[in-house]
């Protein structure tokens, strides 16, 4: 192997160390995509919200792994981070009127990364992404599920605060053997992190059913969970014209076993879902098959259809599983560049997409703190490559969702409604 061939295989394999090292100290997230799934993995996707047949960044290492061999040889560092504004609510009705919480913290640091080294028709990469979770969610006056609580903490509902990652780093390989074919085999290690609080302002009298004093202090619940997993990700593009891509992927799911690390729940009506420090229990990353189709109908102007499913029924979450559906988006994104406008910019390009998502949840299934509401995305944003080496990348994503209810046997539909208006930047630099 050429000289410079080994020196950007080191260069791969250092990244994929420190940005998994950088990503547990640093991601406090968000998410686009499906139940579990996320989709917002740069800021790309953000400009067009479709790219499973996308072949211009190393990004596409997540939406068309089979596609890095379409790029040019060298070896791409890539680092994208969003930036997130939210409005999650649910409204509970009581006697007393009807009663809304809500979580509205920003999220600042959204990260991904990617590297690819390219040469002929060869390439390997690697990422880090979350393709779950990674969203902390603040409810200053409580949830619906504390408010019940209010006995046990002298009618003070606690303010509540979650958090879920599934932290994931991705090693493969492309190759194409054929002018019009090309596929890529990669394996995803997923590391997952979770933890929720419920507390008071200041120390609390607990009281039992019966208004006895079982105890004081200022927490509810104290719990935190992690667990761990591996899966492989295959990809095949298609290429029968040069103007034309078909861009196939496949996700199999990563079997997570969730363990309760740590549980602190002095009254018993805390967690809900955990009964004991220790216990474990399945909910795995569903599977995704993924499918686009990008065209160049003339010089300087593209388009781009994406559909993906989300395998939730086949997933094990301990039963869950059978309360959900199949999750599918589909869209379409168009995408205009201008070329060698100067010395010093080769190209700069506008694009813009939309993106519609039926999750596979309803109204017996929702999570009500983070409920996967069917929704469409607008996307739009620009692009600029400068001296043939430098890219950049900023978007804009708007999701509109539709309002539901969750309802459960004996109790009264709780209202659920959310926003989100998320920006993204992104560099990526070519080396070689």
């Not at 394999?13 to 740069?42: H, I, K, P």
């Not at 999650?88 to 640091?109: M, Q």
């Not at 499913?309 to 168009?334: I, R």
């Amino acid at each position: 192997m050429p000289t410079s061939g080994r020196l950007g295989l080191r260069v791969l394999m250092c990244f994929a160390v420190t940005v998994l090292v950088w990503a547990e100290s640093s991601t406090q997230g968000a998410r686009a995509g499906d139940v579990d799934n996320n989709n917002n993995f740069s800021a790309s996707w953000y400009r067009t919200v479709n790219r499973n047949a996308a072949t211009d960044s190393a990004d596409v290492v997540a939406y068309n792994p089979g596609g890095v061999t379409l790029l040019q040889d060298g070896l791409y560092i890539n680092l994208s981070n969003q930036f997130v504004t939210r409005d999650y609510a649910h409204t509970l009705p009581t006697p007393e009127g009807d009663v809304r919480f809500k979580a509205i913290n920003p999220t600042y640091l959204f990260p991904s990364a990617y590297a690819v080294f390219k040469r002929d028709n060869w390439a390997v990469f690697g990422a880090f992404t979350v393709p779950g979770g990674g969203g902390e969610l603040q409810y200053d006056d409580g949830v619906y599920t504390t408010y019940g609580s209010k006995g046990v903490l002298g009618g003070v509902n606690p303010a509540s605060t979650g958090f879920a990652a599934y932290y994931a780093g991705t090693l493969g390989g492309a190759y194409r053997p054929l002018e019009w074919l090309s596929f890529s085999l990669a394996a995803r290690l997923i590391v997952g992190r979770g933890w929720a609080i419920s507390e008071a302002k200041g120390d609390t009298i607990f009281k039992n059913d019966a208004g006895e004093t079982i105890g004081e202090g200022d927490k509810l619940l104290d719990m935190e969970r992690s667990a761990f997993g591996v899966s492989g990700i295959v990809g095949i593009d298609f290429i029968p014209i040069p103007e034309l891509v078909i861009g196939l992927r496949y996700e199999h799911q990563t079997a997570l076993e969730w363990t309760v690390d740590k549980l602190f729940d002095p009254t018993g009506k805390g967690a809900l879902e955990y009964a004991e420090e220790g216990e474990k229990y399945r909910r795995d990353l569903p599977g995704i098959i993924g499918l686009g189709v990008s065209y160049d109908v003339w010089a300087g102007l593209r388009t781009e259809a994406s559909f993906s499913m989300y395998l939730n029924p086949l997933a094990n979450w301990d039963g869950d599983e059978d309360d959900h559906d199949l999750g599918w988006e589909t869209g379409l994104a168009v995408e205009y560049s201008f070329d060698d406008l100067t010395k010093w910019m080769n190209v700069l390009g506008l694009s813009s997409g939309f993106l519609y998502a039926s999750n596979g949840a309803g109204p017996d299934s929702y999570w009500v703190l983070k409920p996967a509401l069917d929704h469409v995305i607008w996307g739009g944003g620009v692009f600029a490559e400068f001296w043939d080496r430098l890219r950049v990348d900023l978007g804009v994503t708007k999701v509109f969702y539709f309002e539901d209810e969750l309802t459960r046997e004996g109790q009264e539909p709780i209202e659920l409604d959310k926003d989100a208006l998320s920006f993204a930047i992104q560099a990526e630099v070519r080396f070689l």
